[in-house]
């Protein structure tokens, strides 16, 4: 009997869409989930033909219900304290990608569930799905980078709320304090998230890169070190030939065609 994944990866175009594959766990993370999906990453990190990564969930109930938390009732400390370093690191590795990605919440994404999306760029909800960092709880405190994104995504004030108060925000709520960027009606969260990579894919993706970089390292730098960097991620982009060809499409009065050159 052929296994089934725990997250697919399907290439559809120059877009890699990552699907949590454990809905009647509510995709929750189990060790093995974070196994395969540090193994895709890894793969996609290095992988030039892919312009976009797109991370979603299987099922409409959850895009993610966090760390398995049926697994963890069989761990000792020792075991928590390593799933918890493995997750904090995929949520790292997620954060890294050279492409822009995209989470796609078309149901709830709770607790790491909540640290993968803040882990993405870009972040879209279903109308009906909530999102929120549950942890304390539960007697613990977001692992996997929730105290550190969450903050410097929404501010500290609302941050604390968030996370003192366990809330469980609407769609809405979440995009009305700039937690998701966009909020599609109730069940259409991955036909309006495939809208947004279609934009997304519209653009040079070696640019795309280049700004991700540029803002990425600006976060975490003093202003001049950021202008430094913003500058040599613009020279890297000088002698491309996507450069050349959106020049041309401009004087053509066409769309570029971007080979990511
Ligand atoms: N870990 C392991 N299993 C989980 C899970 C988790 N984080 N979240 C849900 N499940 C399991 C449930 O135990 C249940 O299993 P069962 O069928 O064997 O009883 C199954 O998924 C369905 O869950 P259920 O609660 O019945 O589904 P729902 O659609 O009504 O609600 C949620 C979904 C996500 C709202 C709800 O399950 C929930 O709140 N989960 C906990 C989220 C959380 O606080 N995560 C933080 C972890 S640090």
Redesign the pocket.
Do not use: C, V, W
């Given at each position: 009997m052929t296994e089934v994944p725990l997250v697919l990866l399907e290439h559809r175009g120059r877009a890699a869409w990552l699907t949590l594959n454990r809905p009647?766990?509510?995709n929750?993370?189990?060790f093995a989930t974070l196994l395969e999906l540090r193994g895709h990453l890894a793969d996609l990190k290095a992988d030039s033909e892919t312009w976009l990564v797109v991370l979603t969930g299987a099922g409409d109930?959850?895009f993610c219900?966090?760390?398995?938390?049926?697994?963890?009732r069989t761990m000792d400390e020792a075991q928590v304290q390593e799933f918890v370093a493995n997750i904090r690191a995929t949520m790292d590795d997620i954060a890294a990608l050279p492409q822009p990605t995209v989470a796609i919440m078309q149901?709830?994404a709770?607790?790491?569930?909540c640290e993968m999306a803040l882990a993405c760029d870009l972040r879209v909800i279903d109308q009906a799905a909530?999102i929120?960092?549950?942890?304390t709880?539960?007697g613990?405190i977001?692992g996997a980078g929730g105290c550190a994104r969450l903050p410097r995504l929404i501010g500290t004030a609302r941050a604390k709320e968030m996370i003192l108060l366990?809330q469980?925000l609407t769609a809405d709520r979440a995009f009305e304090i700039g937690l998701v960027h966009q909020v599609a009606d109730a069940g259409s969260a991955l036909g309006v998230g495939e809208e947004m990579v279609a934009a997304l894919l519209k653009n040079g993706p070696l640019a795309l890169r280049a700004a991700k970089k540029a803002i990425d390292g600006a976060l975490d730098t003093d202003l001049k070190s950021a202008l430094a960097l913003e500058a040599k991620c613009y020279q890297s982009i000088i002698p491309t030939e996507d450069r050349l060809e959106a020049l041309a499409a401009f004087g053509e009065k066409r769309p570029p065609r971007f080979e990511g050159k």
């Open positions: 009647h766990s509510r929750a993370l189990s109930k959850a219900a966090g760390a398995d938390l049926k697994e963890r149901g709830h709770f607790g790491g569930g909530q929120g960092l549950t942890e709880g539960l613990i977001p366990a469980r």
